[in-house]
């Protein structure tokens, strides 16, 4: 992965102000280049973009894990790639990642509720290409895209095995929820928060997300009442920053995990730095992907 790839939207933004037009251009051609999206596939009519990245390790007699995770608003799959470093994690592991792209629409790209259904066709199109281990099929996003991964564990729990959240944006209520099997759930948010905050209420940068957002640590309890666990979480403190709060004696073996960064901003633990004036703080204590996969290898679908 290029070093142009690391590149936030914003800094790649103020670097093409600041340079001559001619330069301009052929920083913005490359930008783009480097940046496409390496697959696409058409889903309720509609060319959609995702990028795969397969381990070097892949055997195609194995059958072999799948990981989506979804990018946030504004941002597109090489972005998330970049920011998540999730293909880091899974060369060392052994799985795959999907990146799916959101639609750009009237605005900046994005993902509606009605994904799901891109998401679905994304997983049969890559079963058609790639040995998959249908237990072992795992979602997650940042923001826009946590609250995608929501949508997923409601619409397909008999597909998505368990989920992550970053950061996320939890746009839609629980009444959409079919709750067809309790499904294990694993977030990380930062209490210094100001897109989507850690208590909830309307976001300081209102001019981004002029919603009421749940507070996460309620949001948390009601996942764990909807998995059926013990009212009261078990919580300990990993590293200086981060306290864990786990939901245990779930139903089918489904806790709901909150690890909380105090003082962490609307980043992904351990991943690419963000512009912190806009963000803020990414903390180096803890490595947001490789905890994920640490709690979805260790809950697989049920065997059927």
């Not at 979804?70 to 999730?86: V, Y």
């Not at 640590?217 to 709060?245: Q, Y």
């Not at 105090?262 to 903390?283: C, I, Q, V």
Request: proline letters at 8%; a neutral charge; one cysteine or more.
């Amino acid at each position: 992965m290029t070093g142009m790839r690391h590149r936030t939207a914003l800094t790649i933004t103020a670097a093409l102000i600041c340079l001559p037009v001619v330069v301009a251009g052929i920083e913005a051609a490359r930008y783009v280049a480097v940046n496409r999206s390496s697959d696409t596939i058409v889903s309720s009519g509609e060319t959609r973009e995702y990028t795969l990245h397969v381990p070097p390790g892949y055997d195609a007699n194995r059958p072999t894990p799948l990981v989506i995770t979804i990018h946030g608003a504004s941002l597109w799959p090489a972005a998330q790639q970049a920011l998540s470093q999730w293909d880091r994690v899974a060369d060392r592991e052994g799985f795959i990642v999907a990146y799916p792209s959101g639609r750009t629409g009237q605005g900046p790209r994005h993902f509606d509720m009605e994904d799901a259904i891109f998401i679905a066709d994304l997983i049969d199109a890559i079963q058609r290409t790639h040995n998959i281990d249908p237990r072992r099929i795992y979602a997650n996003g940042v923001s826009n895209g946590g609250g995608l991964s929501f949508i997923l564990s409601c619409t397909m729990p008999d597909r998505i095995a368990a989920v992550g959240l970053v950061a996320a944006a939890q746009l839609w209520p629980w009444s959409v929820c079919r709750d067809l099997r309790p499904v294990p759930m694993i977030a990380l948010h930062g209490t210094a928060d100001d897109f989507t905050p850690y208590r909830g209420g309307v976001s300081p940068k209102s001019w981004i997300l002029a919603m009421r957002l749940p507070g996460i640590p309620e949001w948390t309890a009601n996942w764990a009442r909807r998995n059926h666990c013990a009212p009261t979480p078990v919580e300990s403190r990993v590293a200086s920053d981060v306290t864990r709060l786990e939901y245990t004696q779930c139903a089918g073996n489904a806790p709901a995990v909150l690890y909380t960064i105090d003082g962490g901003g609307h980043t992904w633990p351990g991943g690419r730095d963000l512009p912190e004036w806009f963000a803020g703080k990414t903390t180096r204590t803890i490595d947001a992907s490789s905890v994920m996969w640490s709690f979805f290898k260790d809950h697989p679908l049920a065997a059927k």
